[in-house]
Protein backbone atom coordinates (compact mmCIF):
# COMPACT_ATOMS: atom_id res chain seq x y z
CA UNK A 1 0.00 0.00 0.00
CA UNK A 2 1.75 3.02 -1.30
CA UNK A 3 1.46 6.15 1.18
CA UNK A 4 2.39 9.74 -0.75
CA UNK A 5 3.31 11.75 1.37
CA UNK A 6 6.47 13.00 0.41
CA UNK A 7 4.50 15.53 -1.68
CA UNK A 8 3.46 17.34 1.59
CA UNK A 9 5.77 19.93 1.59
CA UNK A 10 4.81 21.09 -1.85
CA UNK A 11 2.17 23.55 -1.03
CA UNK A 12 2.13 26.13 -3.48
CA UNK A 13 4.35 27.95 -1.52
CA UNK A 14 5.07 30.61 -4.23
CA UNK A 15 0.96 31.78 -4.02
CA UNK A 16 0.34 31.13 -0.73
CA UNK A 17 1.12 35.05 -0.22
CA UNK A 18 -1.97 35.58 -2.38
CA UNK A 19 -4.06 34.16 -0.30
CA UNK A 20 -4.26 36.70 2.66
CA UNK A 21 -5.83 39.20 -0.30
CA UNK A 22 -8.33 36.48 -1.05
CA UNK A 23 -9.55 36.70 2.46
CA UNK A 24 -9.53 40.51 2.48
CA UNK A 25 -11.80 40.30 -0.69
CA UNK A 26 -14.19 37.72 0.71
CA UNK A 27 -14.83 39.38 3.93
CA UNK A 28 -15.00 42.92 2.25
CA UNK A 29 -17.59 41.07 -0.26
CA UNK A 30 -19.48 40.06 2.63
CA UNK A 31 -19.36 43.27 4.53
CA UNK A 32 -20.62 45.14 1.01
CA UNK A 33 -23.59 42.00 0.02
CA UNK A 34 -24.68 42.35 3.79
CA UNK A 35 -25.33 46.01 3.04
CA UNK A 36 -27.03 46.11 -0.21
CA UNK A 37 -28.89 43.38 1.47
CA UNK A 38 -30.16 45.30 4.21
CA UNK A 39 -30.58 48.35 2.37
CA UNK A 40 -32.56 47.16 -1.20
CA UNK A 41 -35.22 44.50 0.89
CA UNK A 42 -38.35 45.62 2.24
CA UNK A 43 -39.37 44.95 5.73
CA UNK A 44 -40.91 41.99 5.59
CA UNK A 45 -45.58 41.95 5.93
CA UNK A 46 -45.15 39.44 8.63
CA UNK A 47 -41.80 38.95 10.03
CA UNK A 48 -40.67 42.77 9.56
CA UNK A 49 -36.75 43.16 9.89
CA UNK A 50 -36.53 39.66 11.67
CA UNK A 51 -36.61 38.13 8.04
CA UNK A 52 -32.86 39.92 7.35
CA UNK A 53 -31.55 36.99 9.40
CA UNK A 54 -32.10 35.03 6.29
CA UNK A 55 -29.32 36.43 4.71
CA UNK A 56 -26.90 34.91 7.15
CA UNK A 57 -29.01 31.59 7.27
CA UNK A 58 -30.03 30.31 4.30
CA UNK A 59 -26.02 30.90 2.54
CA UNK A 60 -24.46 29.34 6.45
CA UNK A 61 -26.64 26.45 5.02
CA UNK A 62 -25.63 26.03 1.53
CA UNK A 63 -22.12 26.33 1.90
CA UNK A 64 -22.44 23.84 4.72
CA UNK A 65 -23.46 21.11 2.01
CA UNK A 66 -20.83 22.19 -0.38
CA UNK A 67 -18.45 21.90 1.85
CA UNK A 68 -19.74 18.66 2.79
CA UNK A 69 -19.45 17.52 -0.87
CA UNK A 70 -16.00 18.24 -1.26
CA UNK A 71 -15.73 15.72 1.62
CA UNK A 72 -17.25 13.05 -0.30
CA UNK A 73 -15.00 13.97 -3.37
CA UNK A 74 -11.65 13.92 -1.56
CA UNK A 75 -12.38 11.15 0.31
CA UNK A 76 -13.60 9.06 -2.64
CA UNK A 77 -10.16 10.47 -4.22
CA UNK A 78 -7.97 9.39 -1.34
CA UNK A 79 -9.46 5.87 -1.39
CA UNK A 80 -9.14 5.69 -5.42
CA UNK A 81 -5.36 7.59 -5.46
CA UNK A 82 -4.03 7.37 -1.83
CA UNK A 83 -2.27 10.72 -1.83
CA UNK A 84 -2.48 12.28 1.70
CA UNK A 85 -3.16 16.02 0.59
CA UNK A 86 -6.63 14.32 -0.93
CA UNK A 87 -7.25 13.55 3.25
CA UNK A 88 -6.05 16.79 4.51
CA UNK A 89 -8.42 18.77 2.03
CA UNK A 90 -11.07 16.38 3.05
CA UNK A 91 -10.60 17.27 6.70
CA UNK A 92 -9.98 20.78 6.32
CA UNK A 93 -13.73 21.58 4.34
CA UNK A 94 -15.02 19.10 6.81
CA UNK A 95 -13.95 20.91 9.50
CA UNK A 96 -15.15 24.03 8.07
CA UNK A 97 -18.08 22.30 6.98
CA UNK A 98 -19.21 21.58 10.50
CA UNK A 99 -18.72 25.37 12.22
CA UNK A 100 -20.46 25.89 9.00
CA UNK A 101 -23.25 23.59 10.33
CA UNK A 102 -23.29 24.51 13.92
CA UNK A 103 -24.04 27.93 12.77
CA UNK A 104 -26.97 27.49 10.55
CA UNK A 105 -28.88 25.45 13.59
CA UNK A 106 -28.03 28.42 15.71
CA UNK A 107 -28.91 31.26 12.82
CA UNK A 108 -32.14 28.97 12.36
CA UNK A 109 -32.98 28.71 16.61
CA UNK A 110 -32.49 32.78 16.59
CA UNK A 111 -35.19 33.17 14.03
CA UNK A 112 -37.01 30.38 15.20
CA UNK A 113 -37.66 32.10 18.78
CA UNK A 114 -39.35 35.12 17.65
CA UNK A 115 -41.16 33.76 14.15
CA UNK A 116 -42.31 30.21 16.01
CA UNK A 117 -42.23 31.04 19.05
CA UNK A 118 -40.14 28.01 19.59
CA UNK A 119 -36.15 27.53 19.42
CA UNK A 120 -36.36 23.90 18.37
CA UNK A 121 -38.99 21.86 16.03
CA UNK A 122 -38.94 18.43 14.53
CA UNK A 123 -39.43 19.80 11.11
CA UNK A 124 -37.51 17.86 8.29
CA UNK A 125 -35.10 20.60 7.35
CA UNK A 126 -33.97 20.91 10.98
CA UNK A 127 -33.63 17.47 11.95
CA UNK A 128 -31.86 16.07 9.28
CA UNK A 129 -29.74 19.50 9.64
CA UNK A 130 -28.67 18.28 12.88
CA UNK A 131 -27.92 14.65 12.13
CA UNK A 132 -26.03 15.79 9.35
CA UNK A 133 -24.51 17.90 12.46
CA UNK A 134 -23.47 14.79 14.65
CA UNK A 135 -22.13 12.42 11.58
CA UNK A 136 -19.59 15.30 10.97
CA UNK A 137 -18.73 15.78 14.39
CA UNK A 138 -18.21 11.82 14.60
CA UNK A 139 -15.96 12.10 11.75
CA UNK A 140 -14.19 14.96 12.86
CA UNK A 141 -13.77 12.91 16.51
CA UNK A 142 -12.66 9.86 15.02
CA UNK A 143 -9.78 12.14 13.21
CA UNK A 144 -9.45 12.75 16.66
CA UNK A 145 -8.54 9.95 18.34
CA UNK A 146 -6.89 7.89 15.22
CA UNK A 147 -2.85 9.04 15.82
CA UNK A 148 -0.95 6.68 13.32
CA UNK A 149 -1.70 9.15 9.92
CA UNK A 150 -2.22 6.61 7.40
CA UNK A 151 -4.50 4.92 9.43
CA UNK A 152 -6.62 8.12 10.08
CA UNK A 153 -6.28 9.27 6.46
CA UNK A 154 -8.12 5.85 5.32
CA UNK A 155 -10.54 5.12 8.24
CA UNK A 156 -11.98 8.73 8.42
CA UNK A 157 -11.91 8.91 4.03
CA UNK A 158 -14.80 5.59 4.18
CA UNK A 159 -16.48 7.34 7.18
CA UNK A 160 -16.61 10.53 5.53
CA UNK A 161 -17.98 8.85 2.07
CA UNK A 162 -20.69 6.62 4.38
CA UNK A 163 -21.98 9.81 5.63
CA UNK A 164 -21.91 11.97 2.94
CA UNK A 165 -23.67 8.89 1.13
CA UNK A 166 -26.05 9.03 4.00
CA UNK A 167 -26.96 12.50 3.66
CA UNK A 168 -30.13 12.64 1.15
CA UNK A 169 -31.16 9.19 3.00
CA UNK A 170 -31.64 10.67 6.57
CA UNK A 171 -33.23 13.99 4.52
CA UNK A 172 -35.69 11.81 2.91
CA UNK A 173 -36.39 9.30 6.11
CA UNK A 174 -36.86 12.85 8.15
CA UNK A 175 -39.38 14.30 6.13
CA UNK A 176 -41.40 10.85 5.59
CA UNK A 177 -41.58 10.80 9.35
CA UNK A 178 -42.60 14.97 9.49
CA UNK A 179 -45.33 14.44 6.88
CA UNK A 180 -46.70 11.33 7.81
CA UNK A 181 -47.58 12.49 11.11
CA UNK A 182 -48.44 16.85 10.10
CA UNK A 183 -48.62 18.66 7.30
CA UNK A 184 -45.52 20.71 6.69
CA UNK A 185 -45.69 24.35 6.31
CA UNK A 186 -44.52 25.50 3.12
CA UNK A 187 -42.07 28.38 3.15
CA UNK A 188 -44.02 31.36 0.91
CA UNK A 189 -42.88 31.76 -2.72
CA UNK A 190 -40.06 35.10 -2.08
CA UNK A 191 -40.40 38.16 -3.52
CA UNK A 192 -38.10 39.59 -6.31
CA UNK A 193 -36.77 42.21 -3.47
CA UNK A 194 -34.98 39.64 -1.28
CA UNK A 195 -33.35 37.51 -4.41
CA UNK A 196 -30.15 39.82 -5.03
CA UNK A 197 -29.40 40.46 -1.56
CA UNK A 198 -29.77 36.48 -1.39
CA UNK A 199 -27.70 35.82 -4.01
CA UNK A 200 -25.05 38.00 -3.34
CA UNK A 201 -24.66 36.88 0.32
CA UNK A 202 -24.69 33.35 -1.20
CA UNK A 203 -21.83 34.12 -3.22
CA UNK A 204 -20.01 36.31 -0.48
CA UNK A 205 -20.41 33.10 1.94
CA UNK A 206 -18.99 30.53 -0.73
CA UNK A 207 -15.90 33.16 -0.85
CA UNK A 208 -15.25 32.81 2.97
CA UNK A 209 -15.95 28.72 2.71
CA UNK A 210 -13.12 28.66 -0.21
CA UNK A 211 -10.68 30.99 1.59
CA UNK A 212 -11.00 28.54 5.25
CA UNK A 213 -10.65 25.59 3.41
CA UNK A 214 -7.68 26.97 1.78
CA UNK A 215 -6.01 28.81 5.12
CA UNK A 216 -6.87 25.15 7.11
CA UNK A 217 -5.81 22.75 4.80
CA UNK A 218 -1.90 25.01 4.44
CA UNK A 219 -2.26 24.49 8.36
CA UNK A 220 -2.75 20.92 8.35
CA UNK A 221 0.36 20.78 5.09
CA UNK A 222 2.34 22.79 7.78
CA UNK A 223 1.45 20.33 10.71
CA UNK A 224 1.96 17.58 8.50
CA UNK A 225 5.56 18.27 7.36
CA UNK A 226 6.81 19.14 10.51
CA UNK A 227 5.40 15.78 11.59
CA UNK A 228 7.14 14.43 8.69
CA UNK A 229 10.56 16.38 9.78
CA UNK A 230 10.48 15.24 13.39
CA UNK A 231 10.14 11.73 12.10
CA UNK A 232 13.22 12.34 10.46
CA UNK A 233 15.01 13.80 12.82
CA UNK A 234 14.27 10.90 15.36
CA UNK A 235 15.44 8.28 13.11
CA UNK A 236 18.58 10.25 12.68
CA UNK A 237 18.38 10.95 8.88
CA UNK A 238 19.13 14.35 6.58
CA UNK A 239 15.79 16.12 6.99
CA UNK A 240 14.72 16.85 3.57
CA UNK B 1 -14.94 -22.28 -7.77
CA UNK B 2 -13.58 -19.10 -5.62
CA UNK B 3 -16.97 -18.50 -4.41
CA UNK B 4 -17.20 -22.30 -2.57
CA UNK B 5 -13.97 -21.82 -1.18
CA UNK B 6 -15.09 -18.03 0.27
CA UNK B 7 -18.24 -19.15 1.24
CA UNK B 8 -16.20 -21.69 3.18
CA UNK B 9 -13.94 -18.98 4.88
CA UNK B 10 -17.17 -17.27 5.61
CA UNK B 11 -18.71 -20.79 7.61
CA UNK B 12 -15.56 -21.10 9.62
CA UNK B 13 -15.05 -17.36 10.78
CA UNK B 14 -19.03 -17.69 11.67
CA UNK B 15 -18.63 -21.40 13.28
CA UNK B 16 -15.69 -19.91 15.43
CA UNK B 17 -16.98 -16.94 16.53
CA UNK B 18 -20.07 -18.70 17.74
CA UNK B 19 -18.61 -21.71 19.07
CA UNK B 20 -16.34 -18.91 21.26
CA UNK B 21 -19.76 -17.19 22.50
CA UNK B 22 -21.22 -20.73 23.69
CA UNK B 23 -17.90 -21.48 25.56
CA UNK B 24 -17.84 -18.22 27.24
CA UNK B 25 -21.76 -17.95 27.22
CA UNK B 26 -21.07 -14.79 29.64
CA UNK B 27 -21.16 -12.36 26.67
CA UNK B 28 -24.39 -13.53 25.02
CA UNK B 29 -26.18 -13.34 28.81
CA UNK B 30 -24.89 -10.11 30.01
CA UNK B 31 -25.91 -8.43 26.34
CA UNK B 32 -29.34 -9.53 26.64
CA UNK B 33 -29.13 -8.60 30.02
CA UNK B 34 -28.87 -4.71 29.62
CA UNK B 35 -31.73 -4.94 26.74
CA UNK B 36 -34.00 -6.19 29.21
CA UNK B 37 -32.56 -3.30 31.85
CA UNK B 38 -33.13 -0.99 29.00
CA UNK B 39 -36.53 -1.61 28.70
CA UNK B 40 -37.63 -1.81 32.32
CA UNK B 41 -36.16 1.51 32.58
CA UNK B 42 -38.28 2.79 29.97
CA UNK B 43 -41.03 1.46 31.67
CA UNK B 44 -39.90 3.59 34.78
CA UNK B 45 -39.68 6.58 32.31
CA UNK B 46 -43.06 6.05 30.59
CA UNK B 47 -45.09 5.75 33.86
CA UNK B 48 -47.74 2.69 34.02
CA UNK B 49 -50.24 3.84 31.83
CA UNK B 50 -51.11 1.11 29.68
CA UNK B 51 -51.79 3.21 26.45
CA UNK B 52 -48.74 5.40 26.83
CA UNK B 53 -46.71 2.09 27.25
CA UNK B 54 -48.22 0.69 24.01
CA UNK B 55 -47.23 3.34 21.63
CA UNK B 56 -43.99 4.05 23.05
CA UNK B 57 -43.24 -0.12 22.57
CA UNK B 58 -41.69 -0.05 18.89
CA UNK B 59 -39.23 2.91 20.29
CA UNK B 60 -38.58 1.52 23.43
CA UNK B 61 -37.63 -1.76 21.89
CA UNK B 62 -35.76 -0.90 19.40
CA UNK B 63 -33.41 1.69 21.35
CA UNK B 64 -33.06 -0.88 23.47
CA UNK B 65 -31.74 -3.02 20.88
CA UNK B 66 -29.56 -0.17 19.75
CA UNK B 67 -27.72 -0.09 23.29
CA UNK B 68 -27.41 -3.61 23.60
CA UNK B 69 -26.33 -4.06 19.95
CA UNK B 70 -22.94 -1.79 20.27
CA UNK B 71 -21.87 -3.47 23.02
CA UNK B 72 -21.98 -6.92 21.34
CA UNK B 73 -20.38 -5.03 17.64
CA UNK B 74 -17.91 -3.87 20.17
CA UNK B 75 -17.08 -7.42 21.91
CA UNK B 76 -17.23 -9.43 18.34
CA UNK B 77 -13.57 -7.78 17.45
CA UNK B 78 -12.37 -6.94 20.78
CA UNK B 79 -12.19 -11.16 21.19
CA UNK B 80 -10.26 -10.96 18.17
CA UNK B 81 -7.63 -8.33 19.43
CA UNK B 82 -7.34 -9.46 23.48
CA UNK B 83 -5.17 -12.39 21.94
CA UNK B 84 -3.66 -11.01 18.96
CA UNK B 85 -5.89 -13.20 16.89
CA UNK B 86 -6.80 -10.31 14.05
CA UNK B 87 -3.58 -10.23 12.78
CA UNK B 88 -3.53 -14.09 12.07
CA UNK B 89 -6.73 -14.27 10.52
CA UNK B 90 -5.33 -11.42 8.27
CA UNK B 91 -2.67 -13.45 7.29
CA UNK B 92 -4.88 -16.38 6.01
CA UNK B 93 -4.66 -16.23 2.02
CA UNK B 94 -8.09 -15.57 0.34
CA UNK B 95 -10.51 -12.25 0.20
CA UNK B 96 -10.90 -9.36 2.88
CA UNK B 97 -14.82 -9.65 2.77
CA UNK B 98 -15.34 -12.57 3.92
CA UNK B 99 -14.20 -11.54 7.04
CA UNK B 100 -16.84 -8.90 7.15
CA UNK B 101 -19.39 -11.16 6.02
CA UNK B 102 -18.55 -13.77 8.30
CA UNK B 103 -18.08 -11.04 11.30
CA UNK B 104 -21.85 -9.89 10.43
CA UNK B 105 -23.47 -13.24 10.09
CA UNK B 106 -22.16 -14.23 13.21
CA UNK B 107 -23.21 -10.81 14.29
CA UNK B 108 -26.66 -11.22 12.95
CA UNK B 109 -27.29 -14.45 14.89
CA UNK B 110 -26.11 -13.18 17.72
CA UNK B 111 -28.73 -9.77 17.80
CA UNK B 112 -31.03 -11.53 16.21
CA UNK B 113 -30.99 -14.53 19.59
CA UNK B 114 -31.12 -11.42 21.53
CA UNK B 115 -33.78 -9.82 20.34
CA UNK B 116 -35.86 -12.61 20.31
CA UNK B 117 -35.75 -12.65 24.10
CA UNK B 118 -35.86 -8.49 24.20
CA UNK B 119 -39.10 -8.75 22.19
CA UNK B 120 -40.88 -11.10 24.37
CA UNK B 121 -40.14 -9.00 27.23
CA UNK B 122 -41.49 -5.67 25.59
CA UNK B 123 -44.44 -7.76 24.46
CA UNK B 124 -45.08 -8.55 28.28
CA UNK B 125 -43.49 -5.45 29.75
CA UNK B 126 -45.18 -2.64 27.69
CA UNK B 127 -48.49 -4.77 27.16
CA UNK B 128 -48.51 -4.78 23.37
CA UNK B 129 -51.26 -6.66 21.42
CA UNK B 130 -50.01 -8.70 18.24
CA UNK B 131 -51.73 -7.46 15.24
CA UNK B 132 -53.07 -9.68 12.74
CA UNK B 133 -50.25 -8.47 10.25
CA UNK B 134 -47.46 -10.01 12.42
CA UNK B 135 -45.70 -11.50 9.82
CA UNK B 136 -44.83 -7.98 7.65
CA UNK B 137 -43.89 -6.72 11.91
CA UNK B 138 -41.32 -9.59 11.58
CA UNK B 139 -40.36 -8.27 8.60
CA UNK B 140 -39.63 -5.40 9.20
CA UNK B 141 -37.30 -6.48 12.41
CA UNK B 142 -35.31 -8.37 10.23
CA UNK B 143 -35.14 -5.23 7.63
CA UNK B 144 -34.15 -2.85 10.68
CA UNK B 145 -31.24 -5.65 12.45
CA UNK B 146 -29.65 -6.09 8.90
CA UNK B 147 -29.50 -2.38 9.05
CA UNK B 148 -27.85 -2.17 12.17
CA UNK B 149 -25.95 -4.72 12.18
CA UNK B 150 -24.38 -4.12 9.10
CA UNK B 151 -23.50 -0.60 9.36
CA UNK B 152 -22.79 -1.68 13.33
CA UNK B 153 -20.04 -4.59 12.43
CA UNK B 154 -18.76 -2.16 10.01
CA UNK B 155 -18.30 0.78 12.17
CA UNK B 156 -16.80 -1.93 14.96
CA UNK B 157 -14.40 -2.51 12.88
CA UNK B 158 -12.61 0.74 13.40
CA UNK B 159 -13.80 1.80 16.74
CA UNK B 160 -12.77 -1.17 18.85
CA UNK B 161 -9.08 -0.75 17.51
CA UNK B 162 -8.85 2.97 18.93
CA UNK B 163 -8.76 4.77 22.02
CA UNK B 164 -12.06 5.63 23.77
CA UNK B 165 -13.71 3.35 21.47
CA UNK B 166 -16.70 2.74 24.18
CA UNK B 167 -17.61 6.54 23.19
CA UNK B 168 -16.70 6.47 19.51
CA UNK B 169 -18.98 3.96 18.25
CA UNK B 170 -22.08 4.76 19.04
CA UNK B 171 -21.17 8.60 18.25
CA UNK B 172 -20.18 7.23 14.75
CA UNK B 173 -22.74 4.71 14.12
CA UNK B 174 -25.85 5.90 15.88
CA UNK B 175 -26.13 9.48 13.48
CA UNK B 176 -25.66 7.02 10.83
CA UNK B 177 -28.74 4.26 11.67
CA UNK B 178 -31.24 7.41 11.61
CA UNK B 179 -32.76 6.32 8.74
CA UNK B 180 -33.22 3.29 10.16
CA UNK B 181 -34.44 3.66 13.35
CA UNK B 182 -37.13 6.23 12.30
CA UNK B 183 -38.75 3.85 9.59
CA UNK B 184 -38.44 0.78 11.88
CA UNK B 185 -40.43 2.42 14.84
CA UNK B 186 -42.16 4.16 12.29
CA UNK B 187 -43.37 0.47 10.78
CA UNK B 188 -43.65 -1.13 13.49
CA UNK B 189 -45.16 1.82 15.33
CA UNK B 190 -47.89 1.33 12.17
CA UNK B 191 -48.86 -2.31 11.85
CA UNK B 192 -49.39 -2.19 15.91
CA UNK B 193 -51.88 0.19 15.52
CA UNK B 194 -53.52 -1.19 12.21
CA UNK B 195 -51.93 0.58 9.62
CA UNK B 196 -54.60 3.20 8.74
CA UNK B 197 -52.45 5.26 6.48
CA UNK B 198 -50.73 2.39 4.81
CA UNK B 199 -47.67 3.88 5.26
CA UNK B 200 -46.07 0.64 6.53
CA UNK B 201 -44.91 -0.56 2.67
CA UNK B 202 -43.15 2.76 2.03
CA UNK B 203 -40.92 2.65 5.66
CA UNK B 204 -40.34 -1.05 4.14
CA UNK B 205 -39.35 -0.09 1.16
CA UNK B 206 -36.84 2.67 2.38
CA UNK B 207 -35.10 0.01 4.97
CA UNK B 208 -34.69 -2.43 1.66
CA UNK B 209 -33.08 0.53 -0.02
CA UNK B 210 -31.22 1.48 3.02
CA UNK B 211 -30.07 -2.21 3.92
CA UNK B 212 -28.73 -2.73 -0.08
CA UNK B 213 -27.15 0.44 -0.36
CA UNK B 214 -24.71 -0.22 2.82
CA UNK B 215 -24.38 -3.67 2.76
CA UNK B 216 -22.58 -2.69 -1.07
CA UNK B 217 -20.62 0.23 0.63
CA UNK B 218 -19.23 -1.56 3.54
CA UNK B 219 -18.24 -4.52 1.59
CA UNK B 220 -15.96 -2.16 -0.69
CA UNK B 221 -14.72 -0.37 1.71
CA UNK B 222 -13.97 -2.91 4.52
CA UNK B 223 -10.58 -3.88 3.03
CA UNK B 224 -9.38 -0.31 3.95
CA UNK B 225 -10.66 -0.57 6.90
CA UNK B 226 -9.07 -3.89 8.28
CA UNK B 227 -6.16 -3.33 6.53
CA UNK B 228 -5.36 -0.10 7.76
Redesign the interface.
Known sequence: MTYASASIPAVAAGRADRWPWFGVFAFAFLILSQAIAIITSPADRDMGDLQKIMYVHVPAAWTTFIAFFVVLVFSLRYLWKRREKDDLLAASAAEVGATFNGLTLILGMIWGRPAWGVWWTWDARLTSTLVLFLIFVGYLSLRAFVDDAERRAEWSAVVGALGAINVPIVYMSVRWWRTLHQVQSTPSSMDPAYVLGLRLNAFAFLFILIYFIRQRYHAACLQRSTEHAEEMTALGGQQS | MTWRRDWSRVRAIVWKDLVTERRSKAGFSSVTALGVTILVLFGFALGPDAQVLRDAAAGALWLAALFAGVLAFSRSYQVELESGALEQLLQYPGSRWTIYVGKLLSNLIFVGLMLVIVIVTAIILFQVRIPATWPSLVAILVLGVVGVVVLGTF?AG??SR???RE??LP??L???L??VL??AM?ASKALLTGDL?H?AS??TR?LI??DM??LV??LL?FE??I??
Open positions: YMAIRAVLLLFPMVPLASMEAWLAYIFATAHVEA
